[in-house]
């Protein structure tokens, strides 16, 4: 049975910050409920579709899914249980913000079948913190860290960002130093994009608030893999480093592109080969539910992928991971070697230094992992 992985959008949050431009925002309860029932029926219409598979990994995204009620979070895993193959090692994650939980939606969680948690910490800065709009401090991190540990919770992300307005790599390193001490079993770490139409951009457009220079962003790049190796911590994909045994399974399983359905508004779905999106209007999407229509009406952008497609997103996704990709690998799934498909972009970026070919595997060197963005784009065909 092939594996699949489920996403699960919650798209609601306390307040926005600054820098996100993600479908998400503030409601009130009756919305919420209402969502809540959406989301358990577009699931259950899906369940033929879901059976076919063995789902490995359940991804609860937003948003801040923790602020929903924990009884809210076990139903909607109990409608998924009911409609689908779980594996019983599946890795269970869910998004969570500090101060959004307590002990007792905590334990919730656990018993619900949830076993590793994202906590969106972003800077050990209280000051940082406040430069990107978040509304909780690293005490409140701290608290919510301890209390997860203390529920039985083993499996630990903690979400920190560079380049911040007013950060210096002397206090981007002291965020490393605090969260690698605490010994969370993976950490993803991110430089900031400033994304259009954000009350970000608009304070950086401005001269409200300055942003790190290129070199001092740069510096904080090397720093991440310095002091997090030193920590015990390996790179196993671009941004994200883990313990060993500790590296997140759903996030590989996109970079191997594993299939995985999106249920929610805006969650993104790639089954055999075929990627779609689902509507990204809250309202029209809980009308459409409550109505119990068909379930594909509230699908777009359906697009069948090429094999040339699949090629790309094989290579430019695959070629993310430290690891890199399988020769052997690719011809399985195409019929064809790399060689007679990318050998002289393979040839040319190993010659300049940025791909190491080794036996079976292609994968990045540190001077194409500096620049990944231009080394990955000569994979589209």
Aim: charge should be negative.
């Amino acid at each position: 049975m092939n594996k699949l992985e489920i996403y699960i959008h919650i798209p609601f949050c306390a307040k926005k910050c600054d820098y996100c431009d993600f479908l998400s925002a503030p409601c009130d309860d009756e919305t919420v409920n209402r969502y809540v029932e959406a989301l358990k029926y577009e699931i259950e219409c899906a369940r033929d579709e879901i059976k076919e598979y063995l789902v490995d990994t359940i991804f609860i995204g937003g948003g801040t899914p923790s602020i929903l009620e924990g009884k809210q979070i076990t139903s909607v895993l109990e409608t998924l249980k009911n409609c689908a193959n779980i594996s019983d090692d599946a890795e269970i994650t869910i998004e969570c913000n500090p101060g959004t939980v307590d002990e007792s939606k905590l334990k919730t969680l656990f018993a619900a079948g949830i076993n590793r948690i994202s906590l969106g910490l972003q800077s050990a800065n209280d000051d940082e913190l406040k430069s990107i709009g978040r509304i909780h401090t690293y005490d409140e991190f701290l608290e919510s860290y301890n209390i997860a540990r203390e529920c039985g919770f083993n499996n630990i992300n903690v979400d920190l960002m560079s380049a911040l307005p007013g950060q210096t790599k002397e206090t981007y390193v002291e965020s490393l130093k605090k969260v690698a001490a605490l010994n969370p079993e993976h950490i993803s770490a991110y430089s900031l994009i400033v994304e259009d139409e954000t009350p970000l951009e608009a304070r950086v457009s401005n001269g409200e608030v300055d942003l790190p220079d290129e070199d001092t962003e740069r510096e904080m790049y090397y720093a991440t893999k310095d002091v997090l190796e030193k920590s015990g911590y390996h790179r196993y994909e671009i941004s994200n480093y883990a313990k060993e045994g500790f590296e997140c399974r759903h996030n590989i399983g996109y970079w191997k592109r594993v299939d995985y359905m999106g249920f929610g508004i805006g969650a993104a779905s790639l089954v055999k080969n075929e990627r779609y999106n689902n509507i990204s209007e809250l309202n029209k999407y809980i009308a459409v539910m409550d109505e119990f229509s068909d379930v594909s009406s509230i699908r777009e952008n359906v697009q069948k992928l090429s094999i040339q497609e699949q090629m790309e997103e094989f290579m430019f996704l695959g070629l993310r991971m430290i690891d890199g990709i399988s020769k052997t690998d690719f011809e399985n799934c195409f019929g064809k070697s790399i060689d007679e498909v990318y050998g002289d972009v393979v040839r040319k970026e190993e010659q300049t230094g940025n791909l190491i070919c080794e036996k079976d595997r292609i994968r990045l060197s540190d001077k194409g992992i500096d620049i990944s963005n231009i080394v990955l784009a000569k994979f589209l065909l």
